[in-house]
């Protein structure tokens, strides 16, 4: 039997329908994102008696996307963790997910504020990309803070001073660190001292702004010693060896050093369990944005 199409006026009347379910979909996406109503709030609208339309065809990822803060590798991180399907709309979610995701939603909006406030580490074993990572953060995430580091090394070509390091004698490190200017220090590669300014940081978090730190391993758990709610985010390479094409790549070490740096990354790949979260470096963009998205900060518009 030859189907029969939908007389005009119907198919009209459909898609200004359906044209209007959108705008109102965008519109509640948007009173999330300016923090007008909680995700709480708009569940809430979705799973009553008589739901409202908007609200229960949403789909949960688009609900999770509009929260501050929350950008498109979190929200798959927390379908996961809420054992949540990405199709699902928010009124088509069972009575267990319901319950889960608004336990989740109300922890978060209790934490809200000062709580989201963030130190992050970044670190990794030698080679892996941590540099570029940050890098690209600094030139393209202007509003995250990114802390400068202090060292004795000399700058490398096209390195500025108080930008990628302060570049300071040992006498200088040594009377930082004698006067408890320094969160952590580490002597890396058996080379050099690198440390952590910590006033910089008590300012930005007291500003309520994220902090990132892009330090080696050993500072990263200093740091987590000394501030236990610290987040740290191990960089991982997407091979090993991808890791020793890296590093021989650069040419930035000779060969004797590059033997020894490749032992020293084998150590610290050992280390990466001990950390919150782990990010493969594939990509240098893509990597950014996960570690921008773990700052719990807008993504790059
Ligand atoms: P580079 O000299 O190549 O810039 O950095 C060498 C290593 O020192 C990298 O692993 C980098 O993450 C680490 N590093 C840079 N700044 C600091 C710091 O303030 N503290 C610690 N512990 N390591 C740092």
Known sequence: MPRVAPPDVDRAAASRAAVAARRARAAVKHAVATRERSATDVVDAAWKDEPVPAEASLRVTELLSSIPGIGPIRVSRILDELNIA??????????????????????????????????????????????????????????????????????????????????????????????????????????????????????????????????????????????????????????????????????????????????TAKVELAAQDEFDYKVINHDVSEAAQEVVDLLGMPSRA
């Open 86 to 263: 990405t199709s699902k709309r928010v009124g088509g979610l069972g009575s267990r997910q319901r319950n889960r995701l608004r336990e989740w939603l109300q922890e978060r909006e209790h934490n809200d504020g000062a709580g989201t406030t963030r130190l992050v580490v970044l670190a990794g074993p030698t080679a892996v990309g941590k540099g570029t990572v940050s890098t690209f953060i600094r030139e393209n995430y202007p509003h995250v803070h990114l802390s400068v580091s202090a060292t004795t090394r000399k700058p490398r070509p096209g390195e500025i001073d108080g930008v990628n390091y302060y570049f300071v004698t040992d006498e200088e490190f040594d009377r930082m660190e004698a006067e408890g200017r320094m969160l952590e220090t580490a002597t890396v590669h058996n080379a050099h001292r690198y440390g952590t300014p910590r006033q910089p940081i008590e300012e930005a978090l007291a500003q309520g702004k994220s902090v990132l730190l892009e330090i080696d391993i050993q500072g990263a758990r200093a740091v987590k010693r000394a501030m236990p709610e610290a987040l740290l985010i191990f960089l991982l390479p997407p091979t090993w060896e991808e890791l020793v094409r890296r590093l021989i790549g650069r040419g930035t070490e000779d060969s004797a050093e590059q033997a020894r740096r490749l032992v």
